[in-house]
């Protein structure tokens, strides 16, 4: 049998699977895709299309509001309008109409709580995140410690003996690059949490063209596969949290400012939010899930790239003063200026102090140095020259790089000022020819990358199988 009819007969058993077992199988909701354990009895337009009550009544609902008589009108005759039918809809749809179903949890007694014994200690955390982040030991030491202390307040409740525990959202300043999304997407992978990821840029005051503040929890929501109990204990992360500054010097509606961070104040200490199922927009026909965002952790990051300015304007006027009066200048060349922020700059910089003051942990991440890019090539556990190593090693290669080389590749990512991220793309550019040739020749049993090889003064040193490998300086 071909390849084509054996995916073919796959294919028919996995379609005709669930129909023979419905004890083991579940219908999907076409609008809304959540299985009918969740939706209650479907609605079966036809064999392989059904529709939840839910779907099915808001459909209506909108088909309704006109109070328009579609039975008079002939949808044929109209401009720009195509029917079909339902039949031919049934060609159009995902093969997959149905899912198994979950098993039940915890049958035999009450539903489970979160168990405060599961969360690992700070120090835990912290190692675990040092195997694969480089450098950064404050920031690491710091959500170690709020991600601790944040799990704990959900286990504990929000009011411990009568002690209203505060949430432990956290504002992360950094420059691009170096590493703030990488970081929150471990810590969200190690803890095995839910984790959403908004671009501030996007965001918009409600009703105005862009994403609203809530559609970062439909996100966080479809995360949790659409469970509502684990969304409500996941993390959101918001990048590029500067740009959404309030505006200086103007007379209009500042909708994607300003106004973007009053309307986060209540998604970061805690609202019930309505959110729609299966979509960004509460427009869409689809239910809604009422989310409570008090123990969803909210981190906040971004580069803030004129903050150094007013750090260093504040720090000048405090060494004019007195005897200081000679060290006026002395911040000018300083690295790492962001470790003195203060709450009064993010301030001057244009966050409301009420949007700080939801922020409670706010840290930062030092910009990465030449030695820490030559690190995050080869010490992480899943760092980028280890991959490569892997996929050469499945064709039998051994693949190395000499110290000349990666200081190279490190120097070429500081020029381009876009931190690690860089990395990925020299390290590919000059991969891809050697991943191409290799497989042409099964003589081949090591390739070395050089530093004249980066540079372009030459190519990778190529040795044969059985011939001893030469030691290869630079």
Do not use: W
Request: proline share 4%; net charge negative.
């Amino acid at each position: 049998m071909d390849i084509e009819n054996k995916d073919t007969e796959q294919e028919l058993t996995k379609t005709e699977q669930p129909e023979n077992d419905n004890n083991e199988y579940e219908d999907v909701c076409f609008v809304c895709h959540r299985p009918e354990s969740k939706t209650g009895k479907m609605i079966h337009l036809t064999k392989d299309i059904s529709i939840c009550p839910e779907c099915m009544q808001r459909t209506m609902d909108m088909m309704n509001k006109g109070n328009v008589d579609y039975s008079k009108m002939d949808f044929s005759k109209m401009p720009n309008v195509s029917m079909i039918n339902l039949s031919d809809l049934q060609n159009m749809i995902p093969k997959r109409q149905k899912v198994k179903k979950k098993a039940p949890e915890n049958t035999g007694g009450p539903k489970k709580e979160f168990d405060i014994r599961s969360i690992p200690a700070p120090h835990r955390i912290k190692a675990s995140l040092d195997e694969y982040v480089i450098g950064q030991e404050k920031a690491k030491k710091v959500i170690s410690v709020a991600v601790y202390n944040h799990y704990k307040r959900v286990a504990a409740g929000a009011e411990a003996d009568g002690i209203e525990i505060e949430k432990s959202n956290m504002l992360m300043i950094g420059p691009t690059g170096s590493g703030k999304t990488y970081l929150v997407k471990t810590l969200a992978r190690l803890l095995d949490v839910p984790l959403a990821i908004a671009d501030a840029t996007s965001l918009t005051e409600a009703g105005y063209i862009g994403d609203d503040i809530e559609s970062v929890l439909s996100k966080l929501l479809a995360a949790a596969d659409n469970d509502v109990e684990k969304a409500e204990r996941g993390i959101v992360f918001i990048d590029e949290i500067d740009k959404i500054a309030k505006k200086k010097n103007t007379n209009q509606r500042d909708v994607s400012g300003e106004s973007v961070q009053q309307g986060m104040l209540k998604l970061l200490e805690g609202a019930e939010v309505e959110v729609p199922v299966g979509a960004n927009s509460k427009n869409a026909m689809v239910p809604l899930e009422t989310i409570n965002t008090k123990n969803i952790l909210f981190i906040c990051g971004g580069a803030f790239p004129d903050l150094e300015d007013i750090i260093k304007e504040r720090l000048n006027k405090q060494s004019s003063i007195g005897f200081r009066a000679d060290l006026k200048d002395k911040y000018d060349h300083e690295k790492n200026l962001l470790r003195q922020v203060t709450v009064e700059d993010i301030r001057t910089f244009g966050m409301i102090p009420e949007f700080i003051g939801r922020l409670p942990v706010i840290y930062t991440l030092d910009a990465l140095t030449e030695e820490m890019m030559v690190r995050i090539l080869k010490e992480p556990k899943n760092a980028i020259l280890k991959q490569y190593q892997k996929l050469l090693a499945l064709d039998e290669v051994k693949l190395d790089f000499t110290d000349g080389a990666l200081g190279a590749i490190a120097r070429r990512a500081m020029e381009k000022d876009t931190g690690a991220r860089a990395l990925r793309a020299i390290i590919e550019d000059f991969m891809l020819d050697i991943m191409y040739e290799i497989p042409k020749d099964d003589n081949i049993g090591q390739v070395t990358i050089t530093e004249d090889y980066i540079e372009h003064r030459g190519g990778p040193v190529i040795t044969m199988r059985g011939v001893p490998a030469l030691e290869v300086q630079g």
